[in-house]
């Protein structure tokens, strides 16, 4: 989170949409970036890397719990999260005008 005190305001919208587009470009960079470092991982791990790498992973899930929710959620099965909320609405009406209340 940024420290409020080290935010300056933009003062144009050339130079907002300027560094939005700089923020897009670089994002976009990063993720080419990311993209190369995991098919290079992937060229180079071999079936028993990954077996043994899935072992490791149960074992450790067994001892740490947040390692299994880790491991459950990374093979798909997280359970969904949602909110109900239900509330009564209630409409407020003013006959004087708002400025006198």
Request: proline share 3%; glycine share 2%.
């Amino acid at each position: 989170m940024a420290n409020e005190q080290n935010l300056r305001p933009i003062t144009s919208s050339e130079r907002a949409r300027e560094l939005q587009e700089k923020s897009v470009a670089k994002r976009y960079e990063n993720k080419i970036k990311r993209g190369i470092i995991a098919d290079a991982i992937l060229e180079e791990l071999t079936a028993e890397d990954l077996q043994e790498i899935a072992r490791k992973l149960i074992e450790r899930a067994k001892e740490n719990s947040d390692d299994l929710v880790k491991m459950r959620d990374t093979i798909g099965e997280k359970p969904k999260e949602f909110v109900s909320v239900e509330a009564e609405v209630i409409e407020i009406g003013f006959d004087d005008d708002p400025a006198e209340i």
